[in-house]
């Protein structure tokens, strides 16, 4: 006659884990938080060509961005000078931290590669929610290979002194071509 001793207190810490858990999984969504998807695929020769730990894609294990693609991305605007042009340009572009959680970036560091070879490591954690930018326009205007384009990773060094470092001036490239997520 275990049940005569059960009341409905002595009942209350027995059955609010179970309950507790059924609540958690009524109130979750329908759907992983992390669920992989099927990125649109460029209409026009890809720029942009994202790779390694990233749970959406166009292609295989490969997310490709054309120009209209990364122009359909939220953007930031700003003003600056760099070292590398006369004066100050107002560059346009998809804040790199967007374009990572658009692919579903699941590592800790982003290799950047140019068509030249050259590449930087960038810790994601040193990412900003809006810089750098993925720049695709200078001055309102899409800028060629032979002007460092038609993509620039670009910081607003003017706007804040840690901006003007080596590690962002390294981490600045041109003739981007490539970004690969590496899982840490």
Do not use: C
Not at 83 to 89: M, P
Not at 154 to 183: F, G, I
């Amino acid at each position: 006659m275990i049940a005569s001793h059960l009341t409905a207190g002595s009942l209350r810490p027995i059955l609010a884990a179970p309950v507790a858990a059924l609540l958690f999984l009524v109130q979750a969504p329908a759907f992983p938080l992390l669920a992989a998807e099927t990125l649109p695929s460029p209409e026009s020769a890809p720029v942009l060509v994202i790779d390694g730990a990233i749970a959406n894609t166009t292609d295989g294990d490969l997310a490709l961005f054309d120009m209209a693609a990364l122009r359909a991305l939220p953007a930031e605007s700003f003003t600056t000078g760099t070292l590398w042009t006369e004066g100050t340009s107002t560059f346009t572009g998809v804040p790199l931290r967007a374009l990572l959680d658009h692919v579903g970036a699941e590592g800790g560091t982003v290799v950047a590669r140019a068509l030249n070879e050259y590449s930087v490591e960038i810790p994601v954690d040193e990412i900003g929610e809006t810089y750098p930018v993925v720049a695709y326009l200078i001055d309102g205007e899409e800028f060629p290979v032979r002007r460092k384009g038609p993509l620039w990773i670009v910081y607003p060094y003017d706007a804040d002194p840690a901006h003007r470092s080596d590690a962002s001036y390294a981490r600045s490239v041109w003739q981007l071509h490539r970004l690969t997520v590496q899982d840490d």
